[in-house]
C-alpha cells in the first residue's frame, strides 16, 4: 500500500512563501510522475506543478515565475516552492504520484494567502 504525506501548508500574507513537501512510502518501486494540484473552493482541480523522473518539469501559466518544483527521487518526494503568494493561490493543495502503472493521490494540505 501507497501512502503520501504531504506537509507545508499554511496561512501567509500575500508577496510570501511556503514549500510543500509530499514523500510517497509503501511498496512503490518506480515513480513516473509527481505533482501538485489544487482545489479552491467551487472551481475544479487544477495542475500546478508536475515533475517527470527524468526531471521534465511542466507548470500552470498561473504560477510560472513563481513555483518551483523539484524532487529527491531517493527520498521519493516532491517538493514546491511558491513565492511571491497571491490571495488567488489560495486552495487546498493536493500530492499526485504515478507509479508502478497506479495513480495515487494525497488527502490534502491547505494553503491560504491573506491579502
Known amino acids: 500500500q501507497v501512502q503520501l504525506v504531504e506537509s507545508g501548508g499554511g496561512l501567509v500574507q500575500a508577496g510570501g512563501s511556503l514549500r510543500l513537501s509530499c514523500a510517497a512510502s509503501?511498496?512503490?518501486?518506480?515513480?513516473?510522475?509527481m505533482g501538485w494540484y489544487r482545489q479552491a473552493p467551487g472551481k475544479q482541480r487544477e495542475l500546478v506543478a508536475a515533475?517527470?523522473?527524468?526531471?521534465?518539469?511542466n507548470y500552470a501559466d498561473s504560477v510560472k515565475g513563481r513555483f518551483t518544483i523539484s524532487s529527491d527521487n531517493a527520498k521519493n518526494t516532491a517538493y514546491l516552492q511558491m513565492n511571491s503568494l497571491k490571495p488567488e493561490d489560495t486552495a487546498v493543495y493536493y500530492c499526485?504520484?504515478?507509479?508502478?502503472?497506479?495513480?495515487?493521490w494525497g488527502k490534502g494540505t491547505q494553503v491560504t494567502v491573506s491579502s
Open positions: 499526485r504520484v504515478v507509479g508502478d502503472g497506479m495513480d495515487y
Open positions: 509503501g511498496s512503490i518501486f518506480r515513480i513516473a510522475l
Open positions: 515533475i517527470s523522473s527524468g526531471g521534465n518539469t
